[in-house]
């Protein structure tokens, strides 16, 4: 019986599941989102949700101890650098992962595991750009506004008198016969 053990085995060895999970890491750091089996993103989900929580702080010593488990220092620099940035307010969930189709060749259950603030379709955008911009009284923004203040002022050509169009109404009779 399983009592206790939460840990997904995935039919292989120690050694291989850790370098499973450190490569799937190192590639979720790096493009953002992947797509794999549903009980690989589970277990991806526990392997790599401590790092994102150690990359919030920036030392050596939790460097150090993320790199122990990716083994790629360019990882590493995004890990610390970008998504660090962006999930400093976030008290944790770091990934989703969303189930797709079924594999066409053995049927297997796939999903897709992506860091939460890098989709721009599930996250909303921040106050400041949700906020509209005040428009003038002409209907103008007010940085359209002063950008066409600062431009040279347009030269008014007069208009051509609009004349009745009689040779359209002819074309048409021809066409509906």
Do not use: C
Not at 116 to 135: C, G, L, M, Q, R
Request: proline share 4%; charged share 30%.
């Amino acid at each position: 019986m399983r009592h206790g053990n939460k840990i997904n085995k995935l039919s292989r060895t120690a050694s291989h599941r850790r370098a499973l999970l450190s490569n799937m890491a190192t590639a979720l750091i790096t493009n953002k989102r992947i797509f794999t089996t549903l009980a690989k993103a589970k277990a991806l989900r526990g392997y790599v949700e401590p790092l994102l929580t150690k990359s919030k702080t920036d030392t050596i010593t939790n460097r150090r101890v993320v790199f122990s488990y990716l083994q790629d220092k360019e990882a590493i620099k995004e890990l610390f650098g970008n998504i660090s940035n962006k999930i400093a307010n976030r008290p944790g969930g770091y990934t989703r992962v969303l189930q797709a189709e079924n594999r066409m060749g053995d049927n297997a259950e796939m999903a897709m595991i992506e860091l939460v603030d890098f989709n721009d379709i599930y996250t909303k955008p921040s106050k400041a750009a949700e906020a509209p911009a005040k428009k003038t009284r002409r209907g103008k923004t007010k940085a359209a506004a002063s950008a066409d203040e600062s431009a040279e002022p347009e030269v008014k050509k007069p208009r051509a008198k609009k004349s009745a169009p009689k040779a359209e109404t002819a074309t048409e009779e021809t066409t509906e016969e």
